[in-house]
């Protein structure tokens, strides 16, 4: 570290979309089972750190320009890091954010935005050390430190798809930060698309933090569980084959099975609309009609993701527009691709 220097990052991260999800936490902000993504393409978020030598900790934060309640968990989450990381302590923070999507377009902002600080902070970490990581080294601690802001968030670093928790089918694969799966699947795949259908934009019930919480005394968690372990195992292997009519069936049931658990849970809580619902039903009706290979998956809300292929586009576009977008709130929706992962903004770090 140089007296009085300060120290910038600026990175670029996405959002990302789980196909197998991960819905119970064990402590320090680990999963209870793996779970299976991919990261989008126009979904991101823009965050630039700047740090400069302090005699304690000070943060800034602005979002798109203004105030955010977000500074609080911004803070929390610096001041829990600082623990293991102690450089946190000797300076002060001014962190400007930015999205490319609305904070309501029923896409997980938390991931981006805390991929995108954590990419931030492992980059200024090697300034102020003045050492470089390895390329592998980066992306795994800035997956980590992600990790402890967002669960989430520990997938959207890498492009294209990533699997975070343990699981004997994936070497490398580990709780504490996720891992890129690379080459391994039919290249179908890497076209897959996410148009997003805002069913409603207001904020939820629950919390996905408040739901994770749910799982720890929830009466099917043993049965959960060995559910999304044999569905994991089944949908890599189906995607290594490009078995594309069973590859939407799991991806369906996940997320149904995702809203079973918290209709059954204590306290219950219904998070699909009655739009959402029948979005589900033109989905599968122009599925069988049509022959195509297309189906849809649901975070802890009400909107739908339509997950397609690129060749399958325009027929899409056609049936979003034509058919579903009454069901959404003002005709809103977004059309998002799989992407390549974060952007370095600056010219250190990696």
Known sequence: MVKGKEYRAEWECPSNIALIKYWGKKPAQLPLNASLSFSLKKAKTKTSVSITPASRRKVSFMFEGQASAFTERIENYLANMSLEHDWLNDFSFKIESWNTFPHSAGIASSASAFGALALCLVDLKQQVNNRQFTQEQ????????????????????????????????????????????????????????????????????????????????????????????????????????????????????????????????????????????????????????????????????????????????????????????????????????????PIQLTDEGV
Not at 283 to 299: A, E, M, P, V
Not at 321 to 331: I, P, R
């Open 138 to 341: 980066f992306f795994q601690k800035a997956s980590r430190w992600a990790r402890l802001g967002s669960g989430s968030a520990c997938r959207s670093v890498f492009p294209a798809f990533a699997v975070w928790g343990h699981l004997n089918q994936i070497p490398g694969s580990t709780d504490c930060h996720a891992i890129p799966v690379k080459g391994r699947f039919h290249p179908d795949y890497y076209s897959l698309r996410d148009a997003v259908l805002l069913v409603d934009s207001n904020k939820k019930q629950v919390s996905s933090s408040q739901g994770h919480e749910l799982m720890n005394t929830h009466t099917f968690k043993d049965a959960r569980l060995a559910q999304v372990n044999s569905h994991l195992f089944e949908l890599l292997k189906v995607m290594e084959k490009g078995e594309h009519a069973r590859f939407f069936e799991l991806l369906e049931k996940e997320a149904l099975s995702l809203h079973a658990l918290m209709m059954t849970s204590d306290p219950s809580f219904i998070l699909l609309h009655p739009n959402s619902l029948n979005i589900i039903q033109r989905i599968r009706d122009f599925r069988k009609q049509s022959g195509l290979h297309f189906g849809f998956t649901i975070d802890a809300g009400p909107n739908i993701h339509l997950i397609y292929f690129e060749k399958d586009k325009e027929v899409i576009h056609q049936f979003v527009e034509h058919e579903l977008l009454s069901f959404t709130e003002q005709g809103q929706w977004l059309d998002d691709g799989i992407g390549n992962g």
